[in-house]
């Protein structure tokens, strides 16, 4: 049984109205209509998807962006429901890695259902799906229970992916990137831009000054990260045209 679930950025804006009567047209005409539920402020999203499943939703269809992804990320991976998007409004990356085209398209998609079973990272407990940068990291590593251990001593970035155009999310782990500027040369330094790459299951990041975190985009502080990976727990709807490696 399928659940549609409203952004508040879709039904409190008269701009998407013809978009969404055209999605909810072509789903009746695809026959994989389902129950209606509205997110809203005061409205708790987890609590509403669990009701939903108690009841015995198996497909949780998101019309709303990768924000509205976030808000109920912890209950799809819990509860083992499979995630569908209809994306509409900016901010919706997650759907162009999964190749869902945005608005009326998606439809076709969803009714195709090709399910694919992700990775989804951890990072204190908090659960991401794309992956988490710092742009300005000088704090240590340490991979895969501390069996290796990196500092870098030159201005580095850190990336850590698991969905992207470069990453495998179906693979069971994660990479750590890091790009570091080297001077090179006798003579004439000049500034090269080093990339390591690291794949791993388990990492920690240890700082002896707070330091901020982009998790999915969002912002963390601290000194002590645990970064980890939860393989193949989030089935999600892809499109044809996805763009992640596999």
């Not at 330091?211 to 980890?228: A, H, N, P, Q, W």
């Not at 989030?234 to 763009?243: D, H, P």
């Amino acid at each position: 049984m399928y659940c549609y679930l409203y952004d508040e950025l879709i039904h409190d804006n008269k701009k998407y109205e013809k978009e969404v009567l055209r999605i909810e047209n072509r789903l009746t005409d695809l026959g994989i209509t389902g129950k209606t539920s509205r997110l809203a402020l005061f409205r708790n999203a987890e609590e509403m998807i669990r009701d939903e499943v108690d009841r015995g939703v198996s497909t949780v269809v998101i019309l709303g962006n990768d924000d509205t992804v976030k808000k109920i990320l912890n209950v799809l991976v819990e509860s083992d429901v499979v995630l569908g998007l209809i994306p509409i409004g900016p901010n919706n990356e997650l759907a162009k890695l999964l190749g869902v085209p945005e608005g009326l398209d998606a439809c076709d998609v969803l009714s195709a259902r090709r399910v694919e079973e992700i990775d989804v990272g951890t990072i204190n407990n908090r659960r991401f799906l794309t992956g988490v940068s710092i742009s300005d990291f000088k704090a240590e590593l340490m991979c895969n229970e501390g069996k290796y251990r990196i500092a870098p001593t030159t201005k580095s970035k850190l990336l850590i992916r698991n969905l992207d155009e470069y990453s495998d999310p179906c693979d069971g782990m994660l990479s750590a990137e890091m790009e570091s500027v080297v001077k090179k040369g006798v003579l004439f330094k000049r500034n090269i831009l080093k990339k390591s790459i690291l794949p791993f299951k388990s990492l920690a990041i240890r700082s002896d000054r707070p330091i901020t975190v982009l998790v999915d985009g969002d912002e963390m502080e601290g000194t002590r990260f645990d970064v980890g990976i939860e393989p193949n727990v989030l089935k999600v709807i892809t499109g044809k045209e996805r763009v992640f490696a596999s």
